[in-house]
């Protein structure tokens, strides 16, 4: 694959966020038995720039970086590491100035592979989602609990027939009416319960109102 060497010469000189630089030696490919030459690199996401110094107009290079193996080779050089693409490929042969560099620049290289960002992106995602699954679990609302209907008592029979006790016993729980749950159900059985003590009361009201008038205790205020 080639591009076009002043898109890379842009990508390099751009504002975009630099991810690692510094100076390494790196190896000739075509020389085997070659000494190792002190190049300046650039990390930029998957691409690898290097070129003689920094700022440095003339672009010696770029290795993309995708699909390669990030392996320490101390066997030509002290702090060495190597960037094998597989069999049959090229293989870059680098060296860091001391273990320090060199772990950071291994571990910089094996981090900016694509595949590598693909597999964390897939790993936080799993663990937002685990961790969206057990908030979700903690707030949700609880089952609301039924709450029955309060049930009115018997209505207290009168001593005469102008005067409700305001103090008194409360009724016996077997006074209560007994309702069933279902709401149409349960206004029917009210209905009919309290229509008849309602008439009772009235009937009862209506007697002690005819003896009242019949000795004559009322006064006439019309």
Not at 31 to 38: A, I, L, M, S
């Amino acid at each position: 694959m080639k591009i076009h060497k002043k898109i890379l010469t842009h990508y390099l000189s751009c504002t975009s966020p630099v991810d690692k630089e510094g100076y390494l030696y790196k190896k000739p490919q075509k020389k085997r038995t070659g000494t190792f030459q002190r190049r300046w690199f650039v990390l930029k996401a998957n691409l690898l720039f290097y070129q003689e110094r920094p700022a440095d107009r003339h672009l010696l290079g770029v290795i993309v970086l995708e699909g390669c193996a990030v392996q320490r080779s101390e066997a030509d050089e002290q702090f060495a590491f190597s960037l094998v693409f597989g069999p049959g490929l090229k293989t870059y042969r680098l060296a860091a100035g001391d273990h320090r560099s060199q772990e950071s620049w291994v571990t910089a290289l094996f981090s900016a592979r694509h595949c590598h960002l693909s597999q964390l992106l897939r790993d936080l995602q799993r663990k937002y989602e685990r961790s969206f699954s057990a908030s979700a679990v903690l707030q949700a609302p609880s089952a609301p609990t039924k709450v029955l209907p309060k049930k009115s008592p018997k209505l207290w029979q009168r001593r005469n027939a102008y005067v409700t006790p305001l103090n008194g016993p409360a009724p016996l729980y077997g006074e209560w009416p007994l309702v069933g749950s279902d709401p149409l159900v349960e206004f029917s059985k009210l209905h009919e319960y309290y229509g008849q003590e309602v008439t009772k009361a009235r009937e009862e009201w209506l007697r002690s109102r005819q003896t009242a008038e019949d000795s004559g205790d009322l006064i006439d205020l019309g």
